[in-house]
């Protein structure tokens, strides 16, 4: 994608979460706003690395184009990401109230609702550090665990400074260069929208790629996993599948030591707007 499309993304990333991050900023507090601008449903999902904060209730559905806004408290760590293709158990329905099941294609946590666990990968994932190293912010999107579908992070706030507060994410769609090995399909009359539908007529096995798989997922090496002998950064390097990964998405992690061009730091009083799809997939 070219640097011309980036910019207006990111305009119109500025334009939707203006008014609530200056409230925020105001009141010192950081506020997450998640964007979906995918062509479908999704259930984003949070979780909390250092507290019991469940920061948006741990999970929840947002419809194409619609926009959602919670806090995090101060110091707070964590990952968010989007969750695909999920159908609630009959009388399972997700409720604010009452935690419920809910089984998705991609980024599943355990069938729950609201997650208290990671998501299941192939995911991509936004990473939070709020408060951390002199007082600043760390942020990256990583895609270490795999791809689901693309995000975007950029900053906002009167005291963000622009040209250290980069935009992390990946913005091109890695499902559509996977590679077969690391594929993972599934059928194209299965999706969750047509779920509560009537029974289609019989298909042929048309499948689509719903998600890309890490090298490490798929092949469990420690080549790949940067473990054993590979396990620190002099002896974990990038791989073919890597490079493929860091081609498609070059500000987004794409193995475990890929730091000095995915992490990303900002000054206190910045608030954040995460977009899933950013590039329409």
């Known amino acids: ?36 601008n995918c062509t479908h449903t999704i259930w984003p999902a949070t979780l909390s690395g250092n507290s019991a904060a469940a920061v948006g209730g741990g999970g929840f559905e947002l419809s194409p184009n619609a926009t959602v806004s ?74 270490v665990d795999g791809y689901n ?39 194209a009359v299965a999706e969750a929208d047509a779920a509560a539908a009537p029974a289609p007529a019989p298909a042929t096995a048309t499948t689509t790629t719903v998600a890309c798989r890490s090298a490490c997922e798929a092949f469990g090496t420690a080549e790949y996993c940067c473990t054993g002998a590979h396990g620190g950064p002099k002896t974990c390097g990038p791989t073919k599948y890597s490079r493929l990964f860091k081609a498609a998405c070059p500000s987004a992690y794409s193995y475990a030591y890929d730091d000095p061009t995915s992490t990303f730091t900002c000054g206190a009083g910045a608030q954040y707007l995460i977009t899933f799809c950013p590039g329409h997939q």
């Not at 399972?92 to 099941?101: D, F, L, M, T, Y």
């Not at 950029?154 to 913005?171: E, I, L």
């Open 70 to 143: 919670f806090p995090a408290p101060a110091g707070w760590s964590g990952r968010l990401w989007a969750r695909t293709g999920c159908v609630a158990p009959p009388g399972g329905a997700a409720s604010a109230v009452e935690p419920s099941r809910l089984s998705c294609a991609t980024g599943d946590c355990s069938g729950a609702a609201s997650c208290t666990l990671g998501g299941s990968p192939p995911v991509t994932l936004a990473e939070f550090t709020l408060g951390g190293a002199d007082g600043k912010d760390f942020y990256d999107v990583s895609l």
């Open 149 to 187: 579908v693309g995000i975007g992070v950029a900053a906002s706030g009167a005291r963000v400074n622009y040209s250290t507060c980069g935009y992390a994410g990946c913005v091109g769609d890695v499902n559509a260069l996977c590679p077969p090995e690391l594929q993972m399909a599934s059928g």
């Open 1 to 36: 994608m070219g640097t011309i499309r980036v910019a207006s993304l990111l305009l119109l990333a500025g334009f939707v979460w203006s008014q609530a991050a200056h409230g925020a900023e105001a009141a010192g507090t950081t506020v997450f706003t998640l964007r979906n």
